[in-house]
């Protein structure tokens, strides 16, 4: 059974970069045919795609936030990972990672449990 | 703002029916697009409830159900019991948006 397991700071300054990684158990992402994603959710508010990567290594991102975004795979920790680049009080949020099925438009399954990231000086 | 609507919450008592409504439009739901419905219980992550459309997530109790039609979706969930109040989210994909997946806004259940 898949696992996935969020990391990283969870404090970020202002105009700094956000890093987090995904560790994924209990399958191997580069042989999976599966996309990889990123959710986030703003405190007390709803769910917000922010992108996947396919097991290929194609991304695909949400347009609001494709200027700063980059993710990536680590085939050889079997990790995927986000970088969000000049982050401001916007950017609090709880992200979490996801398995994003084979196609555009499946579901996603599982989620990480989430993790905090807040954004201030 | 969301792609996709849903009401902000609905309640009802244990043992009765109620629907969660998402509402979209033709570059999502509406072009063909499945809609897929997480659960959220308070301080969780969210998990899958229905996927396309109408399959319920393996555990998921039969109470629960999914339909879609034309630009719209909803989940019905039948003899509500205390636990299930939770945030109800559907999502979808929208080909007017670069390839975007898309959230519905959310909607709170309560259990009265």
């Known amino acids: 059974q898949v696992h996935l397991q969020e990391s990283g700071p969870g404090l970020v300054k202002p105009s700094q970069t956000l890093s987090l990684t995904c560790s994924v158990t209990g399958g191997s992402i580069s042989r999976s045919g599966f996309y990889w994603s990123w959710i986030r959710q703003h405190p007390g508010r709803g769910l917000e795609w922010i992108g996947h990567i396919f097991y290929n290594g194609s991304t695909y991102y949400n347009p609001s936030l494709k200027s700063r975004l980059t993710i990536s795979l680590d085939t050889s920790k079997n990790q995927f990972s986000l970088r969000l680049n000049s982050v401001t009080a916007a950017d609090t949020a709880v992200y979490y990672c996801?398995?994003?099925?084979?196609?555009?438009?499946?579901?996603?399954?599982?989620w990480g449990q989430g993790t905090l990231v807040a954004v201030s000086s | 703002h969301s792609v996709l609507t849903q009401p902000p919450s609905v309640s009802g008592a244990p043992g009765q029916r109620v629907t969660i409504s998402c509402t979209g439009s033709?570059?999502?739901?509406?072009?063909?697009?499945?809609v897929h419905w997480y659960q959220q219980l308070p301080g969780a992550a969210p998990t899958l409830l229905i996927y396309s459309n109408t399959h319920r997530s393996p555990g998921v109790p039969a109470r629960f159900s999914g339909s879609q039609s034309g630009t719209s979706a909803s989940l019905a969930i039948t003899e509500l019991e205390a636990g299930d109040e939770a945030d109800y989210y559907c999502?979808?994909?929208?080909?007017?948006?670069?390839?975007?997946?898309?959230f519905g806004g959310g909607t709170k259940l309560t259990v009265l």
């Open positions: 033709s570059s999502n739901i509406g072009a063909g697009y499945d």
């Open positions: 999502q979808s994909y929208d080909n007017s948006l670069s390839g975007s997946r898309v």
């Open positions: 996801a398995r994003g099925g084979w196609t555009q438009d499946n579901w996603f399954d599982p």
